[in-house]
């Protein structure tokens, strides 16, 4: 029934590793974001993907690579994690685009810890 | 560039009080705002959508104003419940992002 889910829920791991966050939508919808919120609860976008097109890449580092292999799924690769990839990171969904006044759907988040 | 700002403090208030959260974003004129409940551990989860040709909102017990002259959103919860207690984040469009603020947190006390 989950609508939009995130695997892991909590990962800790290295200085340099690489980890990957999955994400899938059962809710029909063509647009799916990474988001990322940090310790100061900020929650910023980094990607969004329509219907596996990337349309926007936020300034983000490209050890980060997101992935859409079709418009249900938007996996989100991290290289070389550094202490300051610590946060959480949120997967969410659209219907479509947010121009036209679209809300989002998130899911659980990913708690991403780098020691 | 565009800003969007909530009160970082916490808001604390009794039980059966109206909350009243406030969005104020500068150099941009969105055409809608959103806000969003946020509880420990969870994700946003939508709350009420307003456009900017809407002065007010409601939906049960929550409103929203939109005044784009003053570029502010006021969220009020009346006859407010510990349930509650959360982080509210408010978030403007641009383009087919959506740009949060910082969030305030509501503590509401029995």
């Known amino acids: 029934d989950t609508a939009v889910s995130q695997t892991p829920k909590y990962l800790v791991t290295q200085m340099g590793n690489d980890k990957s966050i999955k994400c899938e939508q059962n809710?029909?919808?063509?647009?799916m974001y990474w988001y990322k919120q940090d310790s100061k609860k900020f929650l910023k976008i980094m990607f969004s993907?329509?219907?596996?097109?990337?349309?926007i890449n936020e300034t983000v580092p490209n050890r980060f690579s997101p992935k859409s292999p079709d418009k249900a799924h938007l996996n989100l690769h991290i290289n070389s994690l550094e202490l300051g990839d610590s946060a959480v990171y949120f997967c969410?969904?659209?219907?479509?685009?947010?121009?036209?006044?679209?809300?989002?759907?998130f899911g659980e988040g990913s708690w991403l810890t780098v020691v | 560039s565009q800003k969007i700002e909530q009160n970082s403090e916490a808001l604390n208030i009794q039980e059966g009080k109206t909350a009243t959260l406030t969005c104020n974003y500068t150099?941009?004129?969105?055409?809608?705002l959103q806000w969003y409940r946020q509880d420990p551990g969870r994700g946003p989860v939508f709350l009420l959508l307003?456009?900017?040709?809407?002065k007010e909102k409601r939906k049960e017990r929550l409103k929203v104003t939109f005044d784009t002259t003053l570029k502010q959103s006021l969220f009020h919860i009346t006859a407010s419940q510990p349930a509650d207690s959360a982080t509210y984040l408010c978030?403007?469009?641009?383009?087919?992002?959506?740009?949060f603020g910082g969030g305030t947190r509501l503590m509401v006390k029995p």
């Open positions: 809710l029909g919808h063509d647009t």
């Open positions: 150099n941009y004129s969105p055409a809608y």
């Open positions: 978030g403007y469009n641009a383009g087919n992002m959506l740009t």
């Open positions: 993907y329509n219907n596996k097109e990337l349309i």
């Open positions: 969410a969904s659209s219907q479509d685009r947010l121009g036209s006044g679209n809300t989002i759907y």
């Open positions: 307003i456009r900017e040709n809407e």
